[in-house]
């Protein structure tokens, strides 16, 4: 039985993975959750799998639900604040460690968890956003290993040999007969309605994805399609990949989740409903499969499988972050703590859709910062990043 630690265990990656482990009891046994300061629904969570420990964000939130389960009389230990979320990260008994933590917040637990040399199913892909270099040179002198559950890096990882898969970041692709990886994009809700102004769409409207479920960030990310570019970097960290070596099409289906070409010609592709119970099965058991709870793909209900390559006048994000990642760590750790004020900011209805991507624009090419090193460079420019754009976009709406 795998001992796990779900870090953002009430977000939508946690709540599948949880989903997974009650259809298969015997294989799991769910030891430590971390959540933010959703009390209600971490009350349930230590209702239905009785966690040794856990760890809200903050003290108000840690209080409340400590008096709640102790009325319930659950045994569970309540924990609060940033320490003790990298605490629960490398505790010795773990065997696994989902990091589903939104944002730059999941950086310090998922590093803790490198260090103690536990299996990381990664989900966080901020961690390799705004530190990749320090990331992986953290895993490579680390006994841990990485296994992503993002579905496009995961639909990639089932279709690698099993030389890549156990040597992520290292392996040569192209010695291991690999010619290139497809990323696939659905385009998010807004991608065939190229005429529609974006300056009135409401948050509702950016958030109800036509293919995923999803949490209300990464909804935003996926009609900007900067999270595609965010994915694309990953995939350069995770898979030692070149330029030349990554391709995003855009696929509006979303039943291909990713590709991978290989030098004889021939494609592999990963398809499935799109649930991402489907990724976080396979992340969970691998190099074994297990029932995952999700719907089995029926082709004779599939009218066709389309793709198309993206237009970056329509998804200026999407450029935003190739463009960063050639300017280096600095940039990109910019550019993702810009954008996730501004995805707040439209989710609180203080600026419009079309506003993120100025802003982000703005505040990138203002910016310059020197090349950081350090874990302690990367949060310093984040939070300088983060003063400025809240100044911006308080400017713009007083």
């Given at each position: 039985m795998k001992k796990i630690t779900i870090l953002g265990s009430t977000g939508s990656i946690g709540r599948s993975a949880l989903s997974v482990i009650q259809k298969n009891p015997s294989l799991f046994k769910v030891v430590a959750l971390v959540a933010n300061n959703n009390v209600s629904l971490m009350r349930k969570q230590c209702e239905l799998f009785s966690p040794d420990l856990v760890v809200m964000k903050d003290k108000k939130s840690a209080n409340i639900l400590r008096k709640q389960?102790?009325?319930?009389?659950?045994?569970?230990?309540?924990?609060?604040?940033?320490?003790?979320?990298?605490?629960?990260?490398?505790?010795?008994?773990?065997?696994?460690?989902?990091?589903?933590?939104?944002?730059?917040?999941?950086?310090?637990?998922?590093?803790?968890?490198?260090?103690?040399?536990?299996?990381?199913?990664?989900?966080?892909?901020e961690s390799l956003v705004t530190c990749g270099l320090i990331f992986m040179q953290a895993l490579s002198s680390s006994k841990a290993k990485i296994?992503?559950?993002?579905?496009?890096?995961?639909?990639?990882?089932?279709?690698?040999?099993?030389?890549?898969?156990?040597?992520?970041?290292?392996?040569?692709?192209?010695?291991?007969?690999?010619?290139?990886?497809?990323?696939?994009?659905?385009?998010?809700?807004?991608y065939e309605d190229k005429k529609k102004n974006l300056s009135f769409v409401t948050p509702s409207e950016v958030c109800s994805h036509p293919n995923?479920?999803?949490?209300?960030?990464?909804?935003?990310?996926?009609?900007?399609?900067?999270?595609?570019?965010?994915?694309?970097?990953?995939?350069?960290?995770?898979?030692?990949?070149?330029?030349s070596e990554i391709n995003i099409l855009i696929h509006p289906e979303s039943i291909i989740h990713s590709m991978v070409?290989?030098?004889?010609?021939?494609?592999?592709?990963?398809?499935?409903?799109?649930?991402?119970?489907?990724?976080?099965?396979?992340?969970?058991?691998?190099?074994?499969?297990?029932?995952s709870g999700a719907s089995f793909l029926n082709f004779k209900k599939l009218n066709s499988l389309t793709f198309f390559e993206p237009n970056f006048k329509q998804f200026p994000c999407l450029k935003?972050?190739?463009?960063?990642?050639?300017?280096?760590q600095a940039a990109m750790t910019v550019?993702?703590?810009?954008?996730?004020?501004?995805?707040?900011?439209?989710?609180?209805?203080?600026?419009?859709?079309?506003?993120?991507?100025?802003?982000?624009?703005?505040?990138?090419m203002s910016s310059s910062f020197l090349e950081p090193y350090s874990i302690e460079e990367i949060i310093e420019i984040d939070m300088r990043t983060r003063i400025k754009s809240e100044k911006k976009i308080q400017s713009l709406i007083s």
């Open positions: 389960i102790k009325d319930r009389k659950i045994k569970t230990h309540v924990l609060s604040g940033k320490k003790a979320i990298c605490e629960l990260a490398s505790l010795k008994e773990i065997d696994l460690v989902i990091s589903a933590i939104v944002g730059i917040a999941g950086l310090l637990p998922t590093l803790s968890a490198i260090k103690a040399g536990k299996t990381i199913l990664l989900a966080n892909k296994i992503p559950i993002d579905s496009e890096h995961n639909a990639i990882f089932q279709v690698l040999p099993e030389y890549v898969q156990k040597n992520l970041g290292i392996a040569n692709l192209n010695k291991n007969g690999i010619k290139s990886i497809i990323l696939t994009a659905s385009g998010g809700p807004f995923w479920s999803m949490g209300k960030k990464i909804s935003v990310d996926s009609a900007t399609m900067i999270n595609k570019g965010f994915e694309y970097v990953e995939a350069k960290w995770l898979f030692n990949a070149s330029c070409e290989y030098i004889d010609g021939a494609i592999l592709a990963q398809l499935s409903v799109p649930d991402m119970k489907v990724a976080i099965s396979y992340a969970m058991s691998w190099p074994n499969r297990i029932s935003l972050v190739l463009d960063a990642f050639s300017e280096g550019l993702n703590a810009v954008n996730e004020v501004t995805v707040s900011a439209f989710l609180n209805s203080k600026i419009s859709f079309n506003k993120i991507a100025e802003i982000n624009t703005d505040i990138l």
